[in-house]
């Protein structure tokens, strides 16, 4: 199916919920030592992060990280086995009305397939005590307006996936955890869903967005969280992240003994990938060093060049299990975010 065209990101302006409104101490999302296991499986593990108001924080890690875990515990929909997650300074359930604080959306599939778009979205209204026209303003700010007297029944996976959002927005919520919301979208509807995220962040409030391919998040997010195993495995700034990208360099050489002999004698075999006979990746040193090296022992290389250090490899080297004989990615510690200390 088609998806229906998106709307275009209203400016600050056009908003009535003014940022000055916004309390920035009820934005902060703190986890601290989370732990939930799921008979033997340990699912989160000592998790500890936090997370800013102000600002679109991508939740990273591959499939089966621990992140859904991690936002239903927010959530209060699990409990955990150890450690605590809050919310501007409390749990999610003690809120008398919680999703007026917090919209969530973790799946777009929980939907009756008979109702309408509107319908479905006026059946909460009165749960969060906002008026029915409210499911009008959030469809139209995910751009399903013209939809909103289609059966949900006949929507694409895009389209349930920005009506979860209308649904996640119906409170006018602080604070937005969404659970993969780029699923389904076509190249159209991520770039709108970008502008939207750091529209909503511009307006003082807080967006965790989780998602397992950092590519797909990489223009959005200002923080990034990055989790495997359940295990935290690096949370900075974007820009912090940008800096921990590994250097590595790639030779290829005709004389595959003297190229081994090279990096056994250079000390460079623990941070050294053999590809096959007469191909390596040397990590954590540079082309001018590997070059000059070689140089000095006369090796014929065919090919010297930086290996590939995008942030895509980076997060994959930061989450990957660690190989045979190769060291483990370095593990970055929780810290505050530059400049932003945790509010307990």
Same mark, same amino acid.
């Not at 930086?306 to 299990?321: G, R």
């Given at each position: 199916?088609?998806?229906?065209?998106?709307?275009?990101?209203?400016?600050?302006?056009?908003?009535?919920?003014?940022?000055?409104?916004?309390?920035?101490?009820?934005?902060?999302?703190?986890?601290t030592? $989370?732990?939930?296991?799921?008979?033997?499986? #340990? *699912?989160?593990?000592?998790? &500890?992060? =936090?997370?800013?108001?102000?600002?679109v924080?991508?939740?990273l890690?591959?499939?089966?990280?621990?992140?859904?875990? &991690?936002?239903?515990?927010?959530?209060?929909l699990?409990?955990?086995? +150890?450690? &605590?997650?809050?919310?501007?300074?409390?749990?999610?359930?003690?809120?008398?009305?919680?999703?007026?604080?917090?919209?969530?959306?973790?799946?777009? %599939?929980?939907?009756?397939?008979?109702?309408?778009?509107?319908?479905?979205? /006026?059946?909460?209204?009165?749960?969060?005590?906002?008026?029915? /026209?409210? +499911?009008?303003?959030?469809?139209?700010?995910?751009?399903l =307006?013209?939809? =909103?007297?289609?059966?949900?029944?006949?929507?694409?996976?895009?389209?349930?996936q920005? #009506?979860a959002?209308?649904? @996640? $927005?119906?409170?006018?919520?602080q604070?937005? $955890?969404?659970?993969?919301?780029a699923?389904?979208?076509?190249?159209?509807?991520?770039?709108?869903?970008?502008?939207?995220?750091?529209?909503?962040?511009?307006?003082?409030?807080t967006?965790?967005?989780? %998602?397992?391919?950092?590519?797909?998040?990489?223009?959005?997010?200002?923080?990034?969280?990055?989790? @495997?195993?359940?295990?935290?495995?690096?949370?900075? %700034? $974007?820009?912090?992240?940008?800096?921990?990208? /590994?250097?590595?360099? /790639?030779?290829?050489?005709?004389?595959?003994?003297?190229?081994?002999?090279?990096?056994?004698?250079?000390?460079?075999?623990?941070?050294?990938?053999?590809?096959?006979?007469?191909?390596?990746?040397?990590?954590?040193?540079? @082309?001018a060093?590997?070059? @000059?090296?070689a140089f000095?022992?006369?090796?014929?290389?065919?090919?010297? *060049?930086?290996?590939?250090?995008?942030?895509?490899? #980076?997060?994959?080297?930061?989450?990957?299990?660690?190989?045979?004989?190769?060291?483990?990615?370095?593990?970055?510690?929780? =810290?505050?975010?530059?400049?932003?200390?945790?509010?307990?």
């Amino acid at each position: 199916m088609v998806d229906v065209p998106v709307a275009p990101v209203p400016s600050p302006s056009a908003d009535p919920s003014p940022e000055s409104a916004l309390d920035p101490a009820e934005g902060v999302v703190v986890v601290t030592g $989370l732990t939930k296991r799921f008979g033997p499986v #340990l *699912a989160v593990d000592d998790l &500890t992060f =936090a997370v800013q108001p102000g600002r679109v924080t991508g939740f990273l890690g591959p499939n089966g990280a621990g992140k859904t875990t &991690t936002l239903r515990l927010l959530l209060g929909l699990a409990r955990p086995n +150890a450690g &605590t997650a809050t919310i501007g300074g409390r749990p999610y359930a003690d809120r008398r009305q919680p999703a007026r604080h917090v919209g969530a959306a973790l799946e777009a %599939s929980s939907f009756h397939p008979g109702r309408t778009a509107r319908d479905h979205l /006026r059946a909460y209204a009165p749960q969060l005590g906002v008026p029915d /026209r409210r +499911a009008d303003e959030v469809l139209a700010q995910v751009g399903l =307006a013209d939809a =909103a007297e289609r059966r949900v029944g006949g929507f694409s996976t895009g389209m349930r996936q920005r #009506l979860a959002l209308a649904a @996640a $927005l119906l409170g006018d919520p602080q604070v937005l $955890l969404l659970d993969e919301p780029a699923n389904g979208l076509d190249p159209e509807g991520i770039a709108w869903l970008r502008q939207f995220l750091r529209w909503l962040a511009a307006q003082g409030r807080t967006v965790l967005v989780s %998602s397992h391919v950092l590519s797909e998040v990489e223009q959005t997010v200002d923080d990034v969280v990055i989790i @495997a195993r359940g295990r935290l495995v690096h949370a900075s %700034s $974007l820009a912090g992240l940008e800096a921990l990208a /590994r250097p590595a360099v /790639r030779i290829v050489s005709p004389d595959a003994t003297g190229l081994a002999s090279l990096v056994d004698v250079q000390g460079w075999a623990p941070v050294t990938r053999f590809a096959g006979p007469g191909e390596a990746t040397v990590f954590d040193h540079r @082309a001018a060093e590997v070059g @000059a090296a070689a140089f000095a022992r006369g090796l014929e290389l065919h090919e010297l *060049a930086t290996a590939d250090t995008s942030l895509e490899a #980076l997060f994959l080297q930061l989450t990957a299990d660690p190989e045979p004989g190769m060291p483990p990615p370095p593990v970055q510690p929780f =810290a505050p975010l530059p400049g932003q200390g945790v509010v307990p």
